[in-house]
């Protein structure tokens, strides 16, 4: 019989916090979530009607000459891919990361120098942002490339680019996916 007395509470105890922090809390922070920030709850999703484009917090790939390009991603086989997020763990003396820069400078055709940003992957591999100096070098490719104007392509760069987070964190940052959807016309 005192077994059970030492037992009981615990049992309780996984009961009561079971029931808690793995139902009611979750519920309780999911309700919040959705009420008080339901575009991020949902995945920031962009949408053209009813069609799913993409996330402003995945990065795409784009390769072709007339889209900004983001950072590589270091995901594989398919680039930003979410379920492979990782980072290439290449250090900065490892012939592989120096090919694959050298290979992504000359893809850029960029004369001068070269945010390091547009030749290295992120920490996750699925960076949806570039920085405002990666953009301003595309500029003049996009450009030729649509036969646009340079200054078109900088009003989309500047309407996609956001500040630092509340004022302090982080840096400018250009989202890349809203850049060229701005140029397709598909995001105003």
Do not use: C
């Not at 009961?15 to 793995?22: C, I, P």
């Not at 492979?84 to 400078?105: T, Y």
């Not at 900088?154 to 956001?162: D, G, N, P």
């Amino acid at each position: 019989m005192s077994l059970i007395k030492h037992i009981q509470p615990t049992v309780v105890s996984l009961g009561v916090f079971t029931l808690l922090f793995g139902g009611l809390y979750p519920l309780a922070t999911t309700a919040v979530v959705q009420s008080a920030f339901a575009e991020q709850a949902q995945g920031s999703l962009i949408r053209n009607g009813d069609t799913v484009i993409g996330s402003r917090l995945i990065g795409q790939a784009f390769t072709q000459p007339q889209y900004l390009w983001g950072r590589l991603s270091a995901t594989g086989p398919t680039p930003y891919n979410a379920g492979a997020s990782s980072g290439s763990n290449l250090g900065v003396n490892n012939p592989a990361l120096i090919e694959a820069a050298k290979g992504r400078i000359e893809a850029l055709g960029v004369s001068g120098p070269v945010p390091v940003d547009l030749i290295t992957a992120s920490g996750s591999g699925l960076d949806p942002h570039i920085s405002p100096a990666a953009a301003a070098v595309q500029v003049p490719r996009i450009a030729v490339a649509r036969g646009i104007s340079e200054d078109k392509v900088r009003a989309a760069i500047r309407v996609s680019t956001e500040g630092r987070t509340f004022g302090i964190l982080g840096e400018p940052r250009v989202n890349v996916l809203e850049v060229n959807l701005r140029l397709d016309g598909k995001l105003k």
